[in-house]
């Protein structure tokens, strides 16, 4: 048995899809199985322990069909994308059976059951989505005396899911009596992490560390696994902070809690306000006044530490 399986191509809902992979790998127990997607997606497979292979899907007609030639044949192909690229690479794949997640049908609940049921529904079965499992590499990080809290002020969706760099600091300065202090963020958001280090050396707080754009997904994974707390918008590293069941204060503004909240993390608190406009799902705010996020206090958050510590 032959399974071939297509990511999303975002981080955190490549960790969004977690519980579907696992109950397929339940499923076919003894299949290989065989994983393509976006460098960031198949980056947090890498150390699953049924995935035999990953691999980077080059989003050029070309490569995709040369890819598909070469994997060989399958028994089964499951995509989680629904992109008009995904579905050209679909009649690609040389497989018996083919399914492919369609947003439009599956709708109105969480990520996670929806993705759970595209797998239910395209083999017939019912299991339940258990947590988000991401396996990470044995490195070890050597740990401070003090609890480690993370920052993490970026989003890769867009300027609209983003909370004041300012605020950020605020609150870690707040804490950096108690916390040693991870400032995380990718290659695009290194000058906003730069900023919340300005105001933490203008107030004289050098316990930090800023990881901005120096960690590899993997290294990422295993920073995320030994916090104590995390402090976070909707973004990829969200999602792996739950999968570790990481206490997070979740700041969300644009998008559905509903929908991309934690999963299954009982350690997790949503910190957001109820406007009229919200949420829109958009990349950047169409009233341009940005008060989803705008009106979010510094001490909203910290009441929000302050109860799930």
């Given at each position: ?91 690609f794949v040389l497989s018996s059976n ?18 759970n049921n595209f797998i239910n529904d ?47 600091a605020e609150v870690a300065i707040s ?135």
């Amino acid at each position: 048995m032959r399974i071939l399986i297509e990511l999303p191509t975002w981080l955190g809902d490549a960790a969004m899809a977690t519980p579907a992979i696992e109950n397929i790998c339940s499923h076919f127990n003894d299949a290989e199985i065989i994983l393509i997607g976006s460098f960031a997606s198949t980056e947090l497979f890498k150390y699953h322990p049924k995935v035999d292979k990953v691999k980077v899907l080059d989003k050029k007609y070309l490569s995709m069909l040369k890819l598909s030639n070469n994997l060989g044949q399958f028994d089964n192909y499951f995509s989680f994308r629904g992109s008009v690229r995904s579905k050209i690479f679909k009649f690609f794949v040389l497989s018996s059976n083919k399914y492919q997640f369609d947003k439009y049908v599956y709708k109105n609940t969480h990520q996670v059951e929806k993705y759970n049921n595209f797998i239910n529904d395209s083999l017939e079965i019912n299991l339940h989505p258990g947590k988000l499992k991401i396996n990470s590499s044995n490195k070890i990080i050597k740990k401070t005396s003090l609890s480690i809290v993370g920052i993490n002020p970026g989003a890769s969706y867009g300027s609209s899911k983003r909370w004041s760099p300012k605020k950020f600091a605020e609150v870690a300065i707040s804490l950096s009596d108690q916390f040693e202090i991870l400032i995380f963020g990718g290659p695009d958001e290194v000058d906003i992490a730069l900023d919340i280090e300005n105001y933490l050396i203008k107030k004289g707080v050098l316990n930090y560390q800023n990881l901005s754009g120096q960690t590899t997904i993997s290294e990422l994974v295993v920073h995320i696994s030994k916090l104590d707390l995390f402090i976070t918008g909707d973004s990829g590293p969200m999602h792996i902070a739950a999968s570790f069941q990481i206490p997070t204060i979740a700041i969300f503004g644009p998008t559905n809690d509903n929908e991309t909240s934690q999963w299954m993390n009982q350690k997790s608190i949503i910190v957001k306000k109820d406007l009229a406009c919200q949420p829109c799902m958009k990349r950047k705010c169409p009233l341009i006044h940005h008060d989803c996020m705008k009106t979010i206090k510094t001490d909203d958050v910290l009441n929000a530490v302050k109860t799930i510590q």
